[in-house]
């Protein structure tokens, strides 16, 4: 009897935190959007279908190794059971929340995760600095019969968590696809041109948003093809000095000795004149005030008091 072929599946999972490689060697297909039970290494899980593991799907996951398996598709009973367990994660909040203000613990409570097999309740908490929990997970565990896992975690984890549309009309980005959160920087916002007002360029979690850096490696190389800004140009027009970039177009602003200024398309752009560097003058072209200063500038270091910059040890 021929073996069973197994197949393997992008599935979102974890309350859709979490993105993982996942087998299935059951009969039936397996269709985009589906939900399915699997087995994690937390446990027996709730997870939702998204694609056919291929070669170019998997290389946008942070790992490449299989995580589990589906186990199967749900049956009514299975939906009833997933509405107990968001019931009892409101109940578990209430209960973690209440605990954590009672033993003064210098943590903020974010969120709580009830696997579907109710093997795990996973507490999800902001803090400052690092907290020892176990007096409080000991305490959580004999007031909900289950096993605690803390998970402490940052403020665009919390966004991830809990965040639901963006500025843009969409789902947050943590939220949906973005697995890595790189770090981005106001160089990228400044680049791009976009506003510096950090009401309009941060997301839901207080820092800069992630989408500022999608498009700054296209604006990086998009600007090193432009002749820099105060370079002198020949165009059409004439010739001119680059006085600003409009990048993602490949255009620059050019201004003219009458005052014209004129938006130029980069192939437009005839020539860029360098300058020459300016040349030494000899012994004998030097005037006598620049040999009083050559003079002056050779004096001895040691006459010369130290500044304030310089630095002295002890």
């Not at 393997?8 to 399915?36: E, M, P």
């Not at 909040?93 to 995760?113: C, H, N, T, Y």
């Not at 991830?160 to 990228?188: F, I, W």
Request: neutral net charge.
């Amino acid at each position: 009897m021929a073996e069973q072929a197994v197949e393997q599946y992008i599935v979102r999972y974890g309350s859709s935190r979490f993105l993982g490689l996942f087998t299935w060697k059951a009969k039936g297909a397996v269709h985009r959007g589906d939900d399915v039970i699997i087995r994690t290494k937390r446990g027996t899980e709730w997870g939702e279908v998204l694609c056919i593991a291929s070669k170019r799907a998997i290389e946008f996951l942070e790992s490449s190794e299989v995580e589990g398996r589906i186990q199967r598709f749900p049956n009514a009973e299975d939906y009833a059971t997933k509405d107990e367990c968001l019931a009892q994660e409101q109940s578990e909040f209430e209960v973690a929340g209440r605990l954590i203000a009672e033993s003064k613990m210098p943590m903020q409570l974010v969120d709580v995760e009830h696997l579907f097999g109710s093997e795990l309740l996973v507490v999800y908490f902001l803090a400052e600095n690092r907290v020892d929990f176990r007096e409080l997970v000991k305490l959580l565990k004999a007031e909900l019969k289950i096993r605690i896992v803390m998970r402490h975690i940052g403020v665009r984890d919390e966004a991830a968590l809990l965040a639901d549309y963006g500025d843009c009309g969409k789902p947050v980005c943590c939220n949906t696809h973005l697995g890595d959160k790189p770090p981005v920087s106001m160089k990228m916002a400044k680049v791009q041109k976009a506003s510096l007002d950090p009401n309009k360029i941060s997301g839901r979690c207080g820092r800069l948003k992630c989408c500022l850096r999608y498009e700054y490696d296209t604006y990086q190389e998009f600007r090193r093809e432009l002749p820099k800004i105060g370079a002198e140009v020949v165009t059409r027009e004439g010739q001119g000095k680059v006085i600003s970039h409009e990048i993602i177009s490949r255009q620059v602003v050019v201004v003219y000795e009458d005052r014209r200024r004129v938006v130029t398309p980069l192939q437009e752009i005839v020539s860029v004149i360098k300058k020459k560097p300016a040349q030494k003058k000899t012994q004998a072209e030097r005037s006598p005030e620049d040999s009083s200063t050559i003079s002056s500038d050779s004096a001895d270091s040691s006459d010369i008091p130290a500044g304030n910059g310089d630095s002295t040890t002890s």
